[in-house]
């Protein structure tokens, strides 16, 4: 798998999972954890250690408080 298809699996699981909250909400956690992934390539990580540091779908949804 593609980094560029890895970080969107992420994102598409991330948005499964915030499935309850509305849409607008939902669209403004997504581009934020978006922008995190990009500030994360851009220092130099590989797309595997920049989602690993941004813990599982479910805990940034928690972080978020979904």
Same mark, same amino acid.
Do not use: C, F, T
């Given at each position: 798998?593609k980094?560029?298809?890895?970080?969107?699996?992420?994102?598409?699981?991330? #948005?499964?999972?915030?499935?309850?909250?509305?849409?607008?909400?939902r !669209?403004?956690?997504? @581009?934020?954890?978006?922008? &995190?992934? #990009?500030?994360?390539?851009?220092s130099?990580?590989?797309?595997?250690? !920049?989602l690993?540091? @941004?813990g599982?779908v479910? &805990?940034?949804?928690?972080?978020?408080?979904?």
């Amino acid at each position: 798998m593609k980094e560029n298809e890895k970080s969107e699996y992420y994102l598409l699981s991330l #948005e499964k999972v915030l499935k309850n909250i509305p849409a607008a909400r939902r !669209a403004e956690i997504i @581009l934020e954890v978006r922008n &995190q992934i #990009e500030q994360l390539k851009a220092s130099g990580l590989m797309i595997e250690n !920049a989602l690993k540091q @941004l813990g599982s779908v479910d &805990q940034v949804a928690l972080r978020y408080g979904v």
